[in-house]
Nanobody
Framework: AQELAESGGGSVQAGGSLRLTCTAS????????MGWYRQFPGKEREWVAL??????DTDVSALVSGRVTISRDRDTVSLQMVSLEQGDTAIYYC????????????????WGRGTQVTVSS
């Protein structure tokens, strides 16, 4: 079965850094699009950063632009976050789909279980 496994979440003080990693397994071909969403308590999931392996294009949400870098190596996608703020506290999900990247969470067939990121003052 196809799976996405995240790692790297945790607790950090404001201003600190974290690196999240997601590895896809069980896929015959690597998904074209892999990326990250996050979810705040009581809110819908929002996209953070996406990587399209067809052309290497990346898309980073304006909400985190300048503080987040997404990278990818075949079946692994990473999210480097710096200058973290308390407002970044959320559950971060790895996502994948075979088609082009989309801003709509409904387009993603595969989701990881999520990893908690907590930023304290």
């Amino acid at each position: 079965a196809q799976e996405l496994a995240e790692s790297g979440g945790g607790s950090v003080q404001a201003g600190g850094s974290l690196r999240l990693t997601c590895t896809a397994s069980g896929f015959t071909l690597s998904p074209r699009c892999m990326g990250w969403y996050r979810q705040f308590p009581g809110k819908e999931r929002e996209w953070v950063a996406l990587f399209d392996s067809d052309d290497g294009d990346t898309d980073v949400s304006a909400l985190v632009s300048g503080r987040v870098t997404i990278s990818r190596d075949r079946d692994t996608v990473s999210l480097q976050m710096v200058s973290l703020e308390q407002g970044d506290t959320a559950i971060y999900y790895c996502v994948a789909r075979d088609g082009f990247c989309s801003w709509s969470a409904r387009q993603y067939r595969w989701w990881g279980r999520g990893t908690q990121v907590t930023v304290s003052s």
